[in-house]
C-alpha cells in the first residue's frame, strides 16, 4: 500500500517534532514537508502536492484556517486536517466552512490521530467525537470584515494602521469596528476580541 503524502505545519518546534515521530512509528505515512508558518505551509503543498497537510489553527502569517480556504479556493487536491487546541464549536464551524476535512485536539490518543489521518486521505470526514454534537452550534455574529479588522485591533494596531494593511479608509475601519463591538455587546475592541476568541470566531 501507497504511504500517505504528508506535510506538517505547526508553529511550535517542540509539537511538530512530537507530531512527526508520532506519525512515523503509526507506520503508512510519509512526511514530505515541515512549515512553521502559514505561508510556508501553503507553498509546500502549492509545490509538493501532498495528500493531506496536517495543520495548526494559530501559527504566524496565515492561519491554518487561512490556509484550508487557500487551498479550497485553488481547487487543490490535498485535504486539510486540523490539530488544535481550540475545542470551541465557533473554531470548528469556520474549519468546515473552510473546506477542512478533519478538525482533532491535540490531546487526542496517536491511534486516533493516525485513522483520521488514514480517513481523510480516502476521501472521509474526521471530526473529534466530543466536538461532532457541538460544531454547529453558537452562530458567529461576525462577517468575514469585521473578524480580519477585530484581529488587527486585537494585536494593538491603529485604525490607521489597519486601514493601511486591509486597504480600506479608516472611516471604514471604525465602521467595522463599531459593528463588531455592538454584536458582541463589548464595551470596546479589546473587550470585542476577547469575546470573539471565547467564541472561536477569531
Same mark, same amino acid.
Given at each position: 500500500?501507497?504511504?500517505?503524502?504528508?506535510?506538517?505545519?505547526?508553529?511550535?518546534?517542540?509539537?511538530?517534532?512530537?507530531?512527526?515521530?508520532?506519525?512515523?512509528?503509526?507506520?503508512?505515512?510519509?512526511?514530505?514537508?515541515?512549515?512553521?508558518?502559514?505561508?510556508?505551509?501553503?507553498?509546500?503543498?502549492?509545490?509538493?502536492?501532498?495528500?493531506?497537510?496536517?495543520?495548526?489553527?494559530?501559527?504566524?502569517?496565515?492561519?491554518?484556517?487561512?490556509?484550508?480556504?487557500?487551498?479550497?479556493?485553488?481547487?487543490?487536491?490535498?485535504?486539510?486536517?486540523?490539530?488544535?487546541?481550540?475545542?470551541?464549536?465557533?473554531?470548528?464551524?469556520?474549519?468546515?466552512?473552510?473546506?477542512?476535512?478533519?478538525?482533532?485536539?491535540?490531546?487526542?490518543?496517536?491511534?486516533? =490521530?493516525?485513522? @483520521? %489521518?488514514? !480517513?481523510?486521505?480516502?476521501?472521509? *470526514?474526521?471530526? #473529534?467525537?466530543?466536538? /461532532?454534537?457541538? &460544531?454547529?452550534?453558537?452562530?458567529?455574529?461576525?462577517?468575514?470584515?469585521?473578524?480580519?479588522?477585530?484581529?488587527?485591533?486585537?494585536?494593538?494596531?491603529?485604525?490607521?494602521?489597519?486601514?493601511?494593511?486591509?486597504?480600506?479608509?479608516?472611516?471604514?475601519?471604525?465602521?467595522? =469596528?463599531?459593528? @463588531? %463591538?455592538? !454584536?458582541?455587546?463589548?464595551?470596546? *475592541?479589546?473587550? #470585542?476580541?476577547?469575546? /470573539?476568541?471565547? &467564541?472561536?470566531?477569531?
Amino acid at each position: 500500500m501507497t504511504a500517505i503524502r504528508l506535510v506538517l505545519a505547526e508553529d511550535q518546534a517542540l509539537v511538530r517534532g512530537a507530531l512527526a515521530a508520532l506519525l512515523q512509528l503509526a507506520g503508512g505515512f510519509e512526511l514530505v514537508g515541515e512549515a512553521g508558518d502559514g505561508e510556508a505551509a501553503l507553498g509546500l503543498v502549492a509545490s509538493l502536492r501532498p495528500d493531506v497537510l496536517l495543520t495548526d489553527i494559530e501559527m504566524p502569517l496565515r492561519s491554518g484556517l487561512d490556509v484550508a480556504r487557500q487551498i479550497k479556493e485553488q481547487g487543490l487536491p490535498t485535504r486539510v486536517v486540523i490539530v488544535t487546541t481550540f475545542g470551541r464549536a465557533g473554531y470548528l464551524r469556520r474549519a468546515m466552512e473552510a473546506g477542512v476535512a478533519g478538525y482533532l485536539l491535540k490531546d487526542s490518543p496517536s491511534e486516533q =490521530l493516525a485513522a @483520521a %489521518i488514514r !480517513k481523510v486521505a480516502t476521501g472521509g *470526514r474526521a471530526i #473529534a467525537p466530543e466536538l /461532532a454534537l457541538a &460544531g454547529w452550534d453558537g452562530d458567529d455574529p461576525l462577517t468575514e470584515r469585521e473578524r480580519q479588522v477585530l484581529r488587527h485591533a486585537s494585536e494593538g494596531r491603529s485604525s490607521a494602521d489597519i486601514a493601511a494593511l486591509l486597504h480600506l479608509s479608516e472611516g471604514t475601519v471604525r465602521n467595522y =469596528l463599531s459593528e @463588531a %463591538i455592538g !454584536k458582541l455587546g463589548a464595551a470596546n *475592541r479589546i473587550e #470585542a476580541a476577547r469575546i /470573539a476568541r471565547d &467564541g472561536g470566531w477569531l
